[in-house]
């Protein structure tokens, strides 16, 4: 420990409070990100229960499993859990919390008040959505018009569930982006940050201004079953399609307030354990803000067979390559730093390894789909489910695997065992590659997506992917229960097991209830490994 | 917005600079969201305007041109008022401060009871939500814009009582700024609603 | 009120330029009323934005106090405004070219 000097304050880990209450009227940050990483892990958890179960049902082309309809349920259900309970709000608010305030060197958030009122928000729209369980809604997490303003289930109250967590994210987002403007100690300066921050700054822009079109857009859902309010009813003269645009314009931008983070975790964990300085700081840290800004051009590429005009589709295609840009930059200059790297394999590294294959996949297959020409092909088909799956599990969720893994000793105070999550990496990896590469096949053969029964020609790759989504399964069990293990079992994890410079590894492990003994000066940036003078603490 | 923290009280006090400033920030972040949120009902509005003008043009004659003049008089004359209420607290004039918040408060009041006359007119014809895209549009805009009157009445109530009590001076007024920006965002919108709905149709 | 050092911090000013502001206001309420009275065809949507635009901008900056704001704010207070502009424009475009059959 290097409070030697310290009489006044004593260390007392941030975790040491207990009692319900004092998590719920919580406002250390730290402890807010836990309750999120709770959340979220719960409804990934869940989530990925219905995903087992939607597989099982495809392992033959009959419906013998569960009937279709209770198929739309599993897989609306599937994806509005996946994407705004755990995906959107999974990185940037857990980690997110978590960590801004201990890289920027601040006691907490700007408003700490404001982040646990966030997380209350998010709370009450988790408890409406498990409401709506009850009585689910079958039409996909996208909502569609005129689809959902007609069906018999449930619309609203799901919808009124993501619109309630809709503020929860605005709120989080708006704290973030003041927290890195004002909090950030002395000598801290924009190009000092690390690459994390930058991300979720770019993240919280996204949150910020993308939501609120969401919201009015699930508000005039409502009011459409509601009120009778027709925009998007061509019987009264609206538009169906003018929902999807509403609807695309944040739900693209959403898969940036998704994968973005992750971006960040990679761009941490890839120099600490290459003991090399990360190569193309500012590539990286500018490219997240392109990355969000020019996610706001592009989301009618969603829409091409939905009936959009061919000079709107065509600009829209156009644009989409844009976005490849600055996601290749930080592709390669992750590559770049990886290069003559004393390279050491750690399962977070692993994981990141892991996320920069995926995601390159996913990231080329997204150009094959933003390809006017081929999408009218591919669209609606599994090309497109395997390409999102390797967008989000192989991005976004190896990156927050990733960050598990990283951030656990930091955050819990405990080490869990290193050579069962190599084993548990290594089934993900495995198996999430048999679940989803098979599903580019069925998808260029044109299998379309979201049916319960298909011909039996696509047997053996169906089958085959079902047999995959159980290998990745058995992996996330072990790497649950590694993980939950430690905390009970685990060694006593030291101050800075990887001798990272970042500075939430200069604090103990768990850090203290205000991180910081003394607000430090920072006077260099957290990348430069391989210097001599460095020692580690 | 925020006072300092109590639960572990050593340390965690924002410099007040800081605090005032990252609070202002953190309300004109807020605002964007709104116009954002907003901004789906103009873009709807753009839309049905350019595909049905004569829709438009016939049915806005239903609106009352005088009652919306009037309530854009009010609003207008409300921001004014919670203008200079914020620069009388930074004065440290509490008692005048008070006052005009109150003021505020009366024609947001005032707002509400012209929009109920108006909307019970409406409904007096027949005239409902689903009656057509325009009145769709027109119950939306004007509704969401209602309920953010009705927060704002909230917030300019509990302001005035702080205000009259005592909380505020010269050396701290960010609650009565912040909820001052907000009030201004209530007119700016109506400001935009109301050549939109009821002038030009 | 000559608090100097931090002039962008709590800029205190004196009442004065609300009347004023508040005059203009009122004057181009009027005007945009009277306008709409008369028939300018396409033109008369265009005048009323552009009056209310005005107005919108004359609130920001005076009642507001964006006038006296650092870059950041007035970047975050643009930058919806871009967004919305996107939206509102590429929908439009999306709308306007279909080709109906």
Known sequence: MANHAVATNVYVPFLEKKGILSWLYTTDHKRIGILYLISVSFFFLIAGIIALLMRIELLT????????????????????????????????????????????????????KLNLGSYWIYLLGTVIVLIALFQPADTGWTFYTPYSATTDTDVILITLGVFVLGFSSILTGLNFIVTIHKMRAPGMTWHRLPLFIWASYATAVLQLLATPVVGITLLLLIAERSLGVGFFDPAKGGDPVLFQNFFWFYSHPAVYIMIIPAMGVISEIIPVFSRKPIFGYKAIAYSSLGIAFISFFVWAHHMFTAGISEVAATIFSFLTFLVAIPTAIKVFNWTATLYKGSIELHSAMLYALGFIFLFTIGGLTGVFLGALAADIHLHDTYFVVAHMHYVMIGGTVMGFFGALHFWYPKWFGKMFNEAVAKLAWFLVFVGFNVTFFPQFFLGVQGMPRRYATYPEEFESLMSLSTYGSWILGLGVLIMTVNLINGLFNGEKAPQNPYGSLSLEWQIPSPPPHENFEEIPHVTDWPYGYGKKKEVDA | MEQANTEHSHGLEMDPQVEYSSSKLGMWLFLGTEIMLFGGLFAAYAIFRAKYPEMFLEQHQELNREMGAINTCILIFSSLTMAIAVTAIQKGKRMMSAILILVTLICGLGFGVVKYFEYGAKFAHHIYPDTSIFFSLYFMMTGLHMLHVFIGLIVLGVLMVLTWKGTFNEKYSTPVELGGLYWHLVDLIWIYLFPLLYLIG | MSEHSHSEEHHVTSYKPYFIVWVILMILTAVTVYVSYLDFGTLNIVIAMVVASIKATAVALFFMHLKFEDKITWLFAIFPLVLLFLLISMTIVDTFTRITP
């Open chain 1, 61 to 112: 082309p009959v419906s013998d499993f569960v009937s279709p309809h209770t198929y739309n349920v599993l897989f609306t259900l599937h994806g509005s859990l996946m994407v705004f309970f755990f995906i959107i709000p999974g990185l940037a608010a857990s980690f997110g919390n978590f960590l801004i305030p201990l890289m920027i060197g601040a006691r907490d958030v700007a408003f700490p």
